[in-house]
């Protein structure tokens, strides 16, 4: 079983940024679509971003597209999740899933999942 575990968060001031780190392992890690989530107390839990196993597909949630990017590193079976300009409507716990379908936008779609790492935007 593929075990997640995401690291990066903390208190940032707005306009400031992070880079988050998945970092995979079990089974054929490279083999997995792995997505970022985010939720904030209180909502529902939405994708930000996700790459693809094979090739790489990324996307980003178009209201965070030109902030944040992602990559991938199979050789330390990390994700990273590069967040500029951050915002405080950024603020949330931002996890890290894998999937075995496809780069899903949709929770349900992943099939494990991390613990989380919060990320706090604020003055």
């Known amino acids: 079983q593929v075990q997640l575990v995401e690291s990066g968060g903390g208190l940032v001031q707005p306009g400031g940024s992070l880079t988050l780190s998945c970092t995979t392992s079990g089974g054929s890690v490279n083999l997995y679509n792995i997505g970022w989530f985010r939720q904030a107390p209180g909502k529902e839990r939405e994708g930000v971003s996700c790459i693809g196993s094979a090739d790489g597909s990324p996307w980003t949630k178009d209201s965070v597209k030109t902030r944040f990017t992602i990559s991938r590193d199979n050789a330390k079976n990390t994700v990273y999740l590069q967040m500029n300009n951050l915002r405080p409507e950024d603020t949330a716990v931002y996890y890290c899933?894998?999937?075995?379908?496809?780069?899903?936008?949709?929770?349900?779609?992943?099939?494990?999942w991390g613990q989380g790492t919060q990320v706090t935007v604020s003055s």
């Open positions: 899933a894998a999937g075995l379908r496809w780069c899903s936008s949709w929770a349900t779609d992943y099939n494990y």
